[in-house]
């Protein structure tokens, strides 16, 4: 257990985010109380509410945060032109920004259930936007006859549901690196829908 | 709460495992007590014991049926020789079986970090032996030039992760029935992998 220590610092803010990211990762969110959190940051219970009024606020925090860190990464690249080349960019920037979150991307799926149905409906329509975005190429990519989806958003989902499913098997250190995964990934995807 | 009644029936096994895997499905098995157990299926707490001798044998039994089940399944098909066809019969029947046990599904993998190590050991096993089914098609398919996947296992990982995440979006009674849902997958896995 970590050391009780002063909550004065700045930096007690995000220690609390990550405890209660790793802990509800771990246990769940249902068996993790606010008592553990406190516990694992070294702080008094007292003190964690200095820093988030409940523990289902502490849970949307994560989500909303994890899906607005995730539409800034993508929105801060250089956006391609050509749909194909937006395509590849995608795949590549998924699973590489969700392998290096396995809790995070793990809470934002397992946890959805213990939302409050306002925070449901909040962290919903910042999934629904991400999703909007890989929509968008595969509809550009149909237009431009590079690309054959009868259902775009169909594909969209089918095609997120293989990316982030990496997080289920890949591990570092083995015979393939993360770039392998990439580019068969990338294959797949580019062949799926082609025209 | 479900009335408190006699726990000597013979179906009372099966319910004791209905209520624990809805139960694990909504909280999270971390979350759910023995008590809590009975007092869904309305037994007495100390009558539990009379179907399994602690909650991890329950969490156990839950994903070892759900992958046996899951297997014994597939193995009742009669088995289709072409390769392309025994691809789409595998779309289709993952598809199918997965999206009709949404609660066996999630708990199957957002509890794999509650199994005692004995017991993923063996959850493994038959999570690989399942994976290894579509790894063979994949093969044959390459050897007799009707499909390329250069890396058969991860093309399977990738187009067992797209199958599954039909569970995480679709909804029966919208615009798209599951037959549709499985065609359009089909679609997709059948380009993914074409020669």
Redesign the interface.
């Known amino acids: 257990m970590a050391r009780t220590q002063g909550s004065h610092s700045g930096t007690t803010g995000p220690r609390v985010r990550d405890a209660a990211l790793r802990l509800f990762a ?6 993790v109380s606010m008592r553990r959190i406190a516990q694992e940051v070294g702080v008094q219970a007292g003190a964690l509410y200095n820093y988030t009024p409940d523990k289902q606020s502490l849970l949307f925090d994560l989500m909303r945060g994890h899906m607005e860190d995730l539409l800034a990464a993508w929105a801060d690249r250089s956006p391609e032109s050509d749909p194909m080349a937006a395509l590849e960019a995608f795949t590549r920037f998924h699973i590489r920004y969700h392998s290096q979150r396995p809790d995070a991307v793990f809470v934002a ?2 946890e959805l ?1 213990n939302l409050a149905p306002e925070n449901f409906a909040v962290i919903e329509r910042l999934r629904r936007e991400y999703e909007e975005e890989l929509v968008a190429i595969l509809r550009r990519g149909v237009a431009v006859g590079a690309m054959e989806a ?2 775009p958003k ?2 969209a ?10 997080n ?2 890949f591990r570092a250190g083995g015979r ?1 690196d993360l770039d392998d ?1 990439e580019s ?2 990338w ?3 580019r ?4 025209g």
Do not use: C, F, N, Q
């Open positions: 771990r246990h769940g969110y249902a068996a799926y397992m259930r009868p259902e169909v594909a989902m089918a095609v997120i549901g293989m990316l982030t499913g990496v289920t098997w393939l995964v068969i990934y294959d797949l995807v062949k799926a829908v082609a």
